[in-house]
């Protein structure tokens, strides 16, 4: 990958260890000094703060290098279940959100992928203004470095279900992949990461062959082209076939499960006989009588946005759709919702920022 130079200077967090090292030895420092600055680099930790590399060094750094990592903007905390949302702000004024929610078995954070996007979901609040640009994986990483700075709290897994779709960050999500696995960084573990996406078929089969052990979430929210095409514009270019049989190939490569997201909407998707629909499609596109690999709908409750008109379908429908598919043999869980009281979900607190920017000025 080439580096990545923001006002003249080389982003160094968003390079893995052997491109640190190279760029070292290029300054004439010996590459062991690599070693010493990412570890540090990955706990927030910058020249000016390092005791063990010399003065010159850091002098030197500041001029030829940086750190974006994002600044904490806004910070609200749940107070029924702790969970906390952050507005991070970008080098260059952008602003994208973060979850971190807090769990018996540790803390997760959930991230963003890009500054808005294009995919124009209707009922997502992040697509609405399209995508302002990709993230780089400085600003991937940095927003989970920045968390666990201000948490003051061990982040152990990552949700990529924010802002933006990480399958159309392609290359910058990988390197981000690389750099949150590394035993010298974050060491994150891949199980404990999951990767969301509304559906780009050949960007999904390129991650297989990549055979990180990561758990992929495919963004379903109908079980046919015709309902899925009137909410998810993305249907029209990767039908729901030819998604499904890239969610086939994508377990048989890795033997990751992989699991389903399914967005209840009052009236568009959650009817019974969608469920049957949905649990008929599934069962016949994944599994076979020799294979049987595991299915997971994980359903959500459409979280009402002011502009998409859209309402959440009420819990009996909600009920009813999960006992369907579950009849089918689908396991079926209703997604708990965390931080309600601070708008938790994505999208919304980035927009609410942006329109008091422009009355402000
Ligand atoms: N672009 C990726 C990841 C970001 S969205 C994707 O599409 O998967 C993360 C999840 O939230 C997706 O399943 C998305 O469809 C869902 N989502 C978006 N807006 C929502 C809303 N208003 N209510 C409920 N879920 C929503």
Known sequence: MTRISLNGKTDLLSLNRDELKSFMVELGEPAYRAEQIFTQFHRGIFPDEMTNIPKKLKETLLQCACYPLPTVEKKLTSALDGTVKYLMGLYDGNCVESVVMKYNHGNTICISSQVGCRMGCRFCASTIGGRVRDLLPSELLGQIIVAERDTGERIGGVVMMGIGEPLDNFDNVIKFLELVGDEKGLNIGYRH??????????????????NFPITLSISLHAPDDETRSKIMPVNNSYGVDELLSACKAYFAKTNRRISFEYTLIAGENDSPENAQKLAKVLNSALRSRTETMPIHVNLIPVNPVKETGFESSGKASVQKFAAVLEKHGIRATVR?????????????????????KNENN
Do not use: F, H, M, W
Request: net charge positive.
């Open 193 to 210: 990461i999951s990767l969301s996406t509304c559906g780009l078929v050949p960007r999904i089969r390129e991650l297989a062959e990549l």
């Open 336 to 356: 708990r919702k965390l931080g309600s009281d601070i708008n938790a979900s994505c999208g919304q607190l980035r927009r609410e920022s942006a329109k008091e």
